[in-house]
């Protein structure tokens, strides 16, 4: 099965941009799944980030979506997630996840995730 | 903020049958969008548990069992044990938001 893992700084001052990669092994980007980034606050719930697939197309969650930049570099096998103009309400863990395609569209669960990285908000 | 509501806690004695509701609306789960669920283990990242509606991958046992009726889903954990002591969520598609939403979460406490 695909593995992945996060990668990035663990500490981002406020109004900077937070940077993550996801490696992606034991399987191409180029498959037929999209590629997602969810974050969870501490103590909190999940929240979908957004997605990619290998063709550069995106999918933004709306609330988010001014700030938010997924790219995808197929040569190198991983996506990578910016969000700009962070404050501590952005402090979280980031998961980067497979999205398996269902029937239709709309349908796609996430599966597997990668371990989570924790990208505190703080001067 | 979550548009799919879960209580936030349930609990049960080993051996016993607790149930999660995910609730949503005609935009999401009411909207016949299938409903997926998770279990995420103290400190770890979320794992997949049923995908679909009512599949369920392999590896995970017959106990957990689903439902789905208008914009509600519910996820069963008969025969609790010890292991299965950990936070669920359900997880959707919403047209209004044209994107992925998850719900509150449910923390299961075996007793």
């Known amino acids: 099965q695909v593995q992945l893992q996060e990668s990035g700084p663990g500490l981002v001052k406020p109004s900077g941009t937070l940077s993550l990669t996801c490696a992606v092994s034991?399987?191409?980007?180029?498959?037929?799944?999209?590629w997602s980034w969810v974050r969870q606050p501490p103590g909190r719930g999940l929240e979908w980030i957004g997605e990619?697939?290998?063709?550069?197309?995106?999918n933004y969650n709306p609330s988010l979506k001014s700030r938010l930049t997924i790219s995808v570099d197929k040569s190198k096998n991983r996506f990578s997630l910016n969000l700009s103009s962070v404050t501590a309400a952005d402090t979280a863990v980031y998961y980067c996840?497979?999205?398996?395609?269902?029937?239709?569209?709309?349908?796609?669960?996430?599966?597997?995730w990668g371990q989570g990285t924790l990208v505190t908000v703080s001067s | 903020q979550s548009v799919l509501t879960q209580p936030p806690s349930v609990s049960g004695a080993p051996g016993q049958r607790v149930t999660i509701s995910c609730t949503g609306s005609n935009s999401n789960i009411g909207a016949h969008y299938d409903v997926h669920w998770y279990q995420q283990l103290p400190g770890t990242a979320p794992k997949l548990l049923i995908y679909g509606d009512i599949n369920r991958p392999s590896g995970v046992p017959d106990r957990f069992s689903v439902s789905k009726s208008g914009p509600s889903a519910s996820l069963a954990i008969n025969g609790l044990r010890a292991e299965d002591e950990a936070d669920y969520y359900c997880q959707s598609y919403d047209s209004n938001l044209s994107g992925y939403v998850f719900g509150t979460g449910t923390k299961v406490t075996v007793l």
């Open positions: 990619i697939y290998h063709s550069g197309s995106t």
């Open positions: 034991r399987g191409s980007i180029s498959s037929s799944n999209w």
């Open positions: 996840a497979s999205g398996v395609v269902g029937a239709t569209k709309g349908q796609n669960w996430f599966d597997p």
